[in-house]
Structure formats: structure tokens, C-alpha cells
């Protein structure tokens, strides 16, 4: 048997502990976004937006969904999405996203990302319990929507992974009284049990007919829930 140079088998060693997480790490650390967050905190010092509206916040979904504050005019709603976020950064930067507006309501999109990357439909669940916990320890009043998971074109191979997150989810909001479930997947599957392809700008984000759709979804959930 050939035999190998220590040193070699060191230096090969070490390789593979310093290169093989790298990429692992940078690809979930949340400070990946710190200029993105700062954007936002450079607007809120020209103008700070108006306490007690809705936030909207979570993935590109949100951060793509330019008319929010329109659609949701007169709420005072404003949109704090940041593109390719996992439910644990919103976790993270939830005291920069969500608090400093001491919303009424916060509407998030998130674990769409999540799923993709690997984790797991009970990691998204976590995380999303995680993430209700921090903001009513702040803000005990603040009611919170989830719009769930969506069905799209590029990642309809994941779309079990995706329902089963969705229904842990569900059932949590049912058991929350400041916790709410918009399920906005029968606005977005055809006859064919498919994504609608003429909803949806590049198989995975929103064109406008598609956030038209979510609109009125999201709209009605709101009112209902003033109205009680």
C-alpha cells in the first residue's frame, strides 16, 4: 500500500474542514443582508413611516410586490421584504424590519426559501413559532397573517415539502387568536391541480395579475379580522 506524507495528509485534512462549510455558512448566515436592512433604515430617517400600520416582510415575493402600499391603502401599509430570506432572518432582523413600526398587523411570506435550501418542512414550522414568540414578546396585541407557502412553476417538485409546512402551520393559527392562516394556493393551481403559469412573471415570482389575486385574498382576511 502506497503510503503518504504526513504533511499531506494534514494539509488534506484541513482542506476539506476549512473549505467544505464556507459555503454552507455564508449561505444561511443572516448578515448577508446587513446592507439590504440599512437601505431601509436610511429611508425610515427621511421619512419614518406612520406607527401602527401593517408590515408586510419576508422574500422576494414581498420584496418584489412594489404596490403594497396602494393595495392596502388607507392601512398605512409598507413593505420591509428582503429577497431570498429564510424565516430565520427575518428572525434575526425582526427588530429592525418589524418592531421599530409597533405594527398593528404584520403580514410575512416566508419558507418558500427555506424549503429550497434543504430545510425542512417541521425547521420552517420552528422557525415560524420562533419568529410569532419575538414579535408578541415586544408587541403582545400585534395580529399576524401568513400567507402560506405558494405552489410555483420552478419549484413544483418541492410543492409536498411545501403543503406539509403549510399545514403545520395552519393548525397553529387555528390555536392562536393572534395568528392567522391565508391559504393563497387554490388562487394560484389551475383545473389540473398545476400552477397557473399566466400568473407568475418567471415560474416562481408574481406578475400583476398574480398579486392582483393575492390583493383581494389578503384584503379580505384584514377586514375580517377588524371587523370581530
Not at 76 to 96: E, K, L, M, Q, W
Not at 139 to 149: D, N, R
Not at 161 to 188: C, G, R, W
Request: with cysteine; hydrophobic share 40%.
Amino acid at each position: 500500500m502506497k503510503k503518504f506524507p504526513v504533511i499531506l495528509i494534514i494539509f488534506l485534512i484541513s482542506s476539506l474542514i476549512l473549505n467544505t462549510p464556507t459555503f454552507s455558512q455564508e449561505k444561511f448566515d443572516p448578515k448577508r443582508f446587513e446592507e439590504e436592512i440599512k437601505q431601509f433604515e436610511e429611508m425610515d430617517k427621511i421619512h419614518f413611516p406612520t406607527l401602527s400600520g401593517i408590515v408586510f416582510t419576508g422574500s422576494s415575493s414581498i420584496k418584489v410586490w412594489k404596490t403594497i402600499p396602494e393595495d392596502f391603502a388607507p392601512f398605512n401599509a409598507i413593505n420591509r421584504g428582503f429577497g431570498g430570506c429564510f424565516t430565520s432572518d427575518v428572525v434575526y432582523y425582526a427588530d429592525r424590519v418589524i418592531l421599530p413600526y409597533k405594527p398593528s398587523m404584520v403580514v410575512l411570506y416566508i419558507g418558500d426559501n427555506d424549503i429550497n435550501s434543504g430545510k425542512t418542512p417541521e425547521t420552517v414550522f420552528d422557525d415560524f413559532k420562533t419568529l410569532v414568540n419575538y414579535i408578541h414578546k415586544s408587541l403582545p396585541k400585534t395580529f399576524i397573517f401568513y400567507i402560506s407557502i405558494k405552489p410555483s412553476v420552478n419549484r413544483w417538485a418541492l410543492w409536498e415539502k411545501m403543503k406539509k409546512a403549510n399545514e403545520l402551520i395552519e393548525k397553529f393559527a387555528k390555536k392562536n387568536e393572534l395568528v392567522d392562516f391565508i391559504d393563497i394556493s387554490p388562487t394560484l393551481l389551475g383545473k389540473d391541480v398545476k400552477p397557473r403559469p399566466e400568473l407568475f412573471a418567471d415560474g416562481l415570482h408574481l406578475n400583476a395579475d398574480g398579486y392582483k389575486l393575492w390583493t383581494s385574498l389578503v384584503r379580505k382576511h384584514i377586514i375580517n379580522y377588524l371587523a370581530k
